[in-house]
């Protein structure tokens, strides 16, 4: 560790050393009514026809200048644009902020402002949604969630209305990484598949990476999302306020210390706060009585509180310092199971360093995360895990000429989990675990003529496991024209972490962590017939990516971008659902498949991935489709996953009306294919051999049925169909206060969409009917 930290220095010194040649323009891009960083900004010298497009933090910097007089433009597509005039001396380093003032929705002829990033950044398999994105997307009582935006993202395969678990190009829930400001949350959606964790009026950007992803990113073999929240408003107090028959919320931002003065220079500070609290599981009685007629609990059992809080201050040359925590929790009461509940928080700082005399951009956090999850089901013993972890690491960033740049890094990790749950005799099975991780990176992005290219590399270190693993990245781009360009991205990634149900189950309510398992068999079946030895393993996962593809831009807003991809995943762990002798030395003869915990399976994803958008002033059109197959290996036959959904289709239509466009219909329709399930065979009374060998079996039978089952996963569910409508109107009144009303209607047609058979009774239970709602919030 020592070592690592002197190689970040030595790196830190003398890359500063060798790029401080040539004066440099750089700094910060903010709203003016708000203090919030503007991001993806063009800041464009008009003299040199170059320039820079800021990032998440409203930085830019504009390497290799000369002294003299440029005229500067900072150009968005939400904002007015600003033309000043900067004077930079011979080997300046020279910080400048501009503060641009939000303007007129831009028609179809400029709603291309991605251009500049288009044409520099390889975004090979990556979604990226802002605030206005997510509230386009039809919700359920005028509550924008980012749920409904990340389920219609191509590739992404939602289990429903109900469980509320995403699978992400052939990868399970607990091989996707979700980041809150750098932070991990470890379940981020709640029991009622309509809603996250998340506020939907602080996200600044929500970056979704289905495959393919750099060396910045590690820990998950699957995917990546990347949610980051705005700072507070730090010149006055502003907020929302909103109720629906599904929640209510409140959020309120605070200035701390203002900056009273437009262009004044100084340190600033703002608070946020906000909170969620379910309402559904007492309105829907009254509302919505003939959902789950049936139960002796009447309406949707759901209930769920998310608490969020920061601190923010920033310094005139625009350092920042972010101090937050949180506090999500759920609770439901399913049919068939008495509670299931989960709760998780945390903790942490974030801040961002930009020296006045430096090229360098330093990036850093610390935090802490907790999440604990129970489940009991009728007259069984509950099922628990919990994780708890931490995470600090710094990110150096150098920018350099031509879009070029140098990101590098260096993250440590622990996580404790604790896992408890019970077999079909009631003897418990608790597996505790605490490890430890390391990781470097470093990542180049060359851009140059049509080319961008992007190599990385990620040095991963499982302490605890004395585990090793260099993870080779690489992204490009060809820019065979300025509206058609060619992609591609792959790399080896591995994780720690498996799920504490296994990926077999038809459906997965309970969603647990724990650490890589050493209990494992000690010889692995390949799917090429060779044997894998596995004796000096454990049970790490790992995969694969490979993505090519192309992007265009068709006619004036409307766009196009096509992706193939493959994922192996080499090893997988899996709960071990054979096992059924102890691992003891009374058994040391006996296959390993039938004692160890866990199993080590193998799998492949493949498929294509279709998104159309087309957006004007008044109009905005988005239509996903996905092909795809997902299967596993474990060692004797090949299988379909039970989220092996094979057709995938989003279509949603959005209309803004009214001279003052206070008026917007969305219409959003779903369809996917029918998901796999093992079929029941057949069904048998049980057996009882408490006895032993001696047993009478016709007067010591036990008084239930055992099933035999046929194929794993050979049937298929109906298709699924669902289609969402709402329609808002927007009052606007002065000193920057609106309110929104808005009418929903989920599932409009009424389709029963299948949620799971009781395997008993033959009863189906459905996902949620249709469901009216009315919202309104008030903005302040």
């Not at 507070?232 to 907020?239: D, E």
């Not at 490890?435 to 003529?449: D, P």
Request: hydrophobic share 35%.
């Amino acid at each position: 560790m020592k070592h690592i930290l002197l190689l970040i220095l030595f790196v830190t010194l003398t890359t500063t050393s060798i790029f401080a040649q040539d004066a440099v323009l750089k700094g910060f891009v903010y709203d003016v009514k708000s203090g919030e960083p503007v991001p993806f900004t063009n800041v464009y010298i008009k003299e040199l026809e170059t320039g820079a497009v800021t990032d998440l933090d409203g930085f830019y910097q504009i390497p290799k200048l000369k002294e003299g007089t440029y005229t500067i433009k900072i150009t968005n597509v939400q904002y007015d644009s600003l033309i000043e005039t900067v004077t930079i001396e011979k080997n300046q380093m020279l910080t400048k902020i501009f503060n641009i003032k939000e303007g007129a929705i831009l028609d179809v002829v400029e709603i291309n402002s991605n251009k500049t990033e288009n044409l520099t950044d390889t975004k090979v398999s990556v979604i990226k949604l802002d605030k206005k994105d997510i509230y386009r997307v039809p919700n359920i009582g005028g509550e924008a969630d980012i749920i409904s935006a990340l389920t219609i993202t191509p590739g992404v395969v939602s289990s429903g209305d109900q469980g509320g678990q995403i699978y992400v190009r052939g990868g399970t829930p607990i091989q996707n990484k979700i980041l809150l400001d750098g932070m991990t949350i470890y379940n981020p959606f709640h029991s009622i598949g309509f809603f996250s964790v998340f506020e939907t009026e602080l996200i600044k950007s929500a970056e979704i990476y289905t495959g393919g992803f750099g060396a910045k990113y590690g820990g998950r073999i699957s995917s990546i999302m990347d949610i980051t929240y705005k700072d507070g408003n730090t010149k006055k107090v502003s907020g929302l306020i909103s109720a629906s028959p599904f929640m209510g919320r409140a959020v309120l931002e605070v200035p701390l210390i203002k900056q009273k003065e437009e262009g004044e220079r100084k340190t600033t500070g703002s608070f946020i706060l906000s909170a969620k609290q379910s309402l559904i599981e007492w309105s829907s009685k009254a509302l919505y009585p003939y959902v789950n007629k049936d139960s002796d609990d009447k309406g949707l059992p759901f209930r769920f509180t998310d608490i969020y809080g920061k601190f923010s201050f920033k310094t005139p040359t625009g350092s920042k310092f972010s101090f937050f925590g949180f506090y999500f929790g759920d609770r439901v009461n399913y049919q068939a199971i008495e509670n299931l509940n989960w709760k998780s928080f945390g903790g942490g700082l974030n801040f961002i360093l930009a020296p006045p005399k430096s090229k360098q951009l330093i990036k850093g956090h610390i935090n802490f995360s907790n999440y604990s999850t129970t489940m009991k089901e009728n007259l069984a013993q509950p099922d628990s895990s919990a994780i708890f972890g931490f995470d600090a690491g710094f990110d150096f960033t150098y920018y350099m000429a031509g879009s070029s740049q140098l990101d590098y890094g260096i993250v440590i990790s622990g996580f404790k989990t604790d896992f408890k749950t019970y077999n079909k005799i009631g003897y418990p099975i608790v597996a505790e675990n605490f490890s430890t991780e390391i990781a470097a990176y470093a990542t180049y992005k060359l851009v140059k003529s049509i080319v961008v290219f992007e190599p990385g590399v990620r040095i991963q270190y499982y302490a605890s496991y004395n585990k090793f693993f260099a993870e080779p990245r690489l992204s490009m781009k060809i820019n065979a024209h300025e509206s058609f360009r060619i992609k591609m991205a792959g790399g080896f990634y591995t994780q720690n972490f498996t799920s504490a149900v296994s990926d077999r189950n038809v459906t997965q309510l309970f969603y647990g962590f724990l650490s890589a398992p050493t209990d494992i068999q000690g010889k692995f079946t390949q799917k090429n017939g060779k044997e894998k030895d596995l004796s000096d393993q454990v049970g790490l996962q790992s995969a694969w990516h490979a993505v090519a593809g192309f992007e265009a831009d068709i006619a004036k807003g409307f766009t196009m971008n096509l992706e193939g991809y493959y994922k192996w995943f080499n090893q997988l762990t899996n709960l071990n659902t054979n096992k059924i002798f102890p691992d003891n030395s009374a058994n040391s003869q006996v296959d390993d498949l039938l004692k160890k915990d866990f199993i080590v399976e193998s799998g492949e994803a493949w498929g294509i991935d279709l998104l159309l958008k087309y957006a004007t002033k008044r109009i905005n059109v988005w239509a996903a489709y996905s092909l795809a197959k997902v299967t596993r290996w474990d060692g004797f036959k090949e299988y379909a996953t039970i989220y092996d959904r094979r057709h995938n289709c989003n279509l949603m239509f959005s209309y803004i009306a009214g001279k003052k466009m206070d008026w917007e219909f969305t219409i959003r329709w779903n369809f996917g294919s029918g998901m796999p399930f093992t079929q029941t065979a057949g069904v048998y009374q049980g057996v009882d051999f408490s006895g032993g060998v001696n047993t009478d079996v016709i007067t010591n039978n036990p008084n239930y049925l055992e099933f035999l089952y046929g194929d794993i996963n050979t049937g298929r569910l109906p298709d699924y169909h669902r289609m969402d409508i709402s329609a808002k109107k927007i009052f606007r009144f002065k000193n920057d206060m609106q309110l929104d009303l808005q009418v929903s209607v989920t599932n409009v047609y009424n389709r029963k969409n299948i949620f799971y058979i009781n395997r008993l009774t033959g009863e189906a239970v459905y996902q949620l009917p249709i469901l009216p709602s009315l919202g309104c919030s008030f903005k302040f």
